[in-house]
């Protein structure tokens, strides 16, 4: 892969895709999860430190989609001037903001900047350009810069004017940063160079979600685990009484086939033998453990229970390549935190050991991160959606952009 290595920025002004698609407290839009940032602080850091100058350009949230009851776009929720104390302090430059992405105030403030400063553009999605992919969109943002960097793996799977369409704009001046290149390089080293046991753990909410990366994973697998609400659907294609669980009833056939496939090709598929169900979908609902063979009409399944939690911790344990997207329940409830928990737990054990473990972003990251397990992972990806497509097999076109 073409990285930041490969190109000497002295004196260049780098145009750099990040992604600061961040979350925000609601009522005080502060950052509660820098993750992204701090991800590409070191892509960013290279390029000053050889005497370079970034222009940064990134999405945050999507401001056309949820407008505000006039109609209008809500500014204050989605302006990038959000995120501008954070990158400054992590960074440690005092970070200059242009209120547009294009126009005469970035173009001025883009020709005018020095050698090691640092300047953020305000959201691309203020255009409805940027996700159309529209051309003269992204020749617009790439007369700013003299060399592209693409450092932003959570949109990889967008062909949007700063991910894809730009980089033709710079045919022989454009190269990934180094969230891009780790995120490539841990992902093929799953799917290409798995070491053996190799453990995928799915979860969330639906099958037709994972419905793709659940086929691909059953040619590469020795184990599949099967947790979150998508298991319900599994359990009752097989006959089994599932009450008020969540469930893809057009999905019950396609799931047969899946645990037909899975036992031509030696892959052992594993479902949940119990769960924690509740009488409503709330941490305070009446809650206590159940057989997932007969569950009683009005109790739904929202996690895993205890014995499927500890056999799932054993092949976890025993793995020495594990691949985790999805949660095992709603985590984000106490209540039906402990089958997520009880997997990361095995998962950190499993590492601490010598396997390789790659976390799909998303909310299995929020779950590492909630229980204090980060840094007892092997790496956890930044990109959700786009890890699942490459794991589905698709060419990304953020990815395609920068090779061709």
């Not at 940032?37 to 989609?65: D, F, Q, V, W, Y």
């Not at 173009?107 to 999605?125: D, F, H, P, Q």
């Not at 290409?192 to 793709?212: C, M, N, Q």
């Not at 050991?353 to 980060?374: R, T």
Request: aromatic share 8%; hydrophobic share 40%; net charge negative.
């Amino acid at each position: 892969m073409k990285t930041v290595d490969t190109i000497n920025f002295d004196g260049k002004k780098a145009l750099v895709r990040v992604d600061f698609n961040v979350p925000l407290d609601k009522k005080t839009l502060e950052i509660t999860d820098d993750a992204r940032i701090r991800a590409t602080i070191p892509t960013l850091k290279k390029i000053l430190n050889e005497g370079g100058a970034c222009i940064l350009m990134s999405h945050l949230g999507r401001p056309l989609k949820k407008l505000k009851e006039d109609g209008t776009v809500d500014f204050e929720k989605h302006t990038l001037k959000n995120t501008l104390a954070k990158v400054s302090e992590l960074l440690g430059v005092d970070v200059k903001f242009a209120s547009d992405c294009i126009g005469d105030e970035a173009i001025e403030m883009a020709a005018n900047l020095k050698s090691g400063e640092v300047l953020l553009l305000e959201n691309l999605r203020f255009y409805k350009e940027e996700e159309k992919g529209d051309e003269a969109f992204a020749e617009k943002l790439s007369k700013l810069g003299d060399v592209y960097v693409n450092d932003a793996f959570g949109t990889a799977h967008r062909a949007h004017a700063s991910t894809a369409v730009i980089a033709k704009f710079f045919p022989s001046a454009k190269c990934f940063g180094y969230v891009m290149a780790r995120e490539v390089a841990n992902a093929e080293k799953v799917i290409k160079h798995a070491e053996r046991p190799f453990t995928a753990i799915t979860g969330g909410a639906k099958v037709s979600d994972k419905l793709l990366i659940l086929e691909n994973l059953i040619d590469k697998v020795d184990n599949l685990i099967i947790g979150g609400g998508m298991a319900y659907t599994f359990l009752k294609a097989q006959g089994f009484e599932i009450g008020s669980s969540l469930c893809e009833d057009d999905r019950l056939e396609l799931c047969l086939e899946l645990i037909k496939k899975a036992e031509s090709k030696g892959v052992k598929l594993l479902l949940p033998e119990d769960s924690i169900v509740a009488d409503a979908f709330s941490n305070e609902a009446n809650c206590k453990p159940c057989d997932n063979q007969h569950i009683e009409k009005g109790w739904m399944g929202l996690d895993i229970g205890p014995k499927a939690a500890t056999y799932f911790a054993e092949v976890i344990k025993g793995s020495k390549t594990i691949l985790w997207n999805g949660p095992m329940g709603v985590f984000e409830m106490t209540n039906f935190e402990n089958g997520t928990k009880t997997a990361a737990i095995a998962v950190a054990e499993a590492t601490k050991n010598g396997a390789f473990s790659l976390i799909g972003g998303g909310d299995s990251a929020a779950a590492v991160a909630k229980f204090g397990f980060e840094d007892q992972v092997s790496y956890v990806s930044t990109g959700g959606g786009a890890l699942l497509e490459y794991f589905e097999g698709k060419t990304l076109p953020g990815i395609a952009a920068i090779n061709e």
